[in-house]
């Protein structure tokens, strides 16, 4: 199956600065991305949906300005966590899949902790 | 939209036996339902999944089934091992356009 490389596993920032995380697709063309965050013992709760060069769709409740998401290309996609605070603290998770009837890969996962 | 039910949160079984977690959704248009695991600190990953033209498939020690009629469809885990602990989350699609949505997700613990 394809492999999903998301960087990086862990970071541990200041509360107000700003975090990437990058999601790599190495034998896959990404053309959709989904991001998900995960709270302890939860499910997975999409955040945003990006096609490969146009602007991200948001879930509902999701701010945008916060979350930035770009998708320049079929094999790279990154979340940037702007002004970032503790409550922002969770696991970050990329996906990619050539649609929504077939397996979705995934990333390794992103650990963000703001303090 | 469609909305999706899992149970049990957690399930604890010994080693050898087998594991059963459920799951039902909402939409009857839905018919793609895959499972997938995820281990601690890492992104979930497909161990089966099934199609709406199908009401039960079997991997070695893993088998889904589905219940069209009910709407709900099952993961069955035999002769369970310790590698098996996991969360383990369903999921349902209504087809390539549409998203997955997810199931709370299942704690699953295996004593020796």
């Known amino acids: 199956g394809a492999v999903v490389s998301q960087h990086p596993s862990w970071v541990i920032c200041k509360s107000g600065t700003s975090v990437k995380i990058e999601c790599r697709s190495l034998?896959?063309?990404?053309?959709?991305m989904f991001w998900y965050r995960q709270f302890p013992k939860q499910s997975l709760m999409l955040m945003a949906t990006?096609?490969?060069?146009?602007?991200?769709?948001?879930e509902q409740g999701v701010e945008k300005d916060k979350f930035l998401i770009n998708h320049a290309s079929l094999t790279l996609s990154t979340l940037t966590v702007t002004s970032a605070h503790p409550e922002d603290s969770s696991f970050y998770i990329c996906?990619?899949?050539?649609?929504?009837?077939?397996?979705?890969?995934f990333g390794q996962g992103t650990r963000l902790t703001v303090v | 939209g469609e909305n999706v039910e899992q149970h049990p949160s957690t399930l604890s079984v010994q080693e050898g036996d087998s594991a059963v977690i459920k799951c039902t959704y909402s939409?009857?248009?839905?018919?793609?339902f895959p499972w997938y695991k995820q281990e601690l600190g890492k992104g979930p990953q497909l161990i089966i999944d099934?199609?709406?033209n199908v009401g039960e498939k079997k991997d070695q020690r893993i088998a889904v089934t589905l219940n069209k009629t009910a709407k709900h469809f099952s993961l069955h885990i035999t002769e369970t091992q310790p590698e098996d602990s996991a969360v383990y989350f369903c999921?349902?699609?209504?087809?390539?356009?549409?998203?997955?949505?997810w199931g709370a997700g299942t704690k699953l613990i295996i004593k020796p």
């Open positions: 990006s096609n490969e060069g146009s602007k991200a769709t948001y």
């Open positions: 939409d009857s248009a839905s018919n793609y």
């Open positions: 996906s990619t899949s050539e649609g929504g009837d077939t397996e979705a890969f």
């Open positions: 099934i199609r709406s």
């Open positions: 034998d896959f063309q990404a053309t959709t």
């Open positions: 999921a349902a699609s209504i087809g390539s356009n549409y998203q997955l949505i």
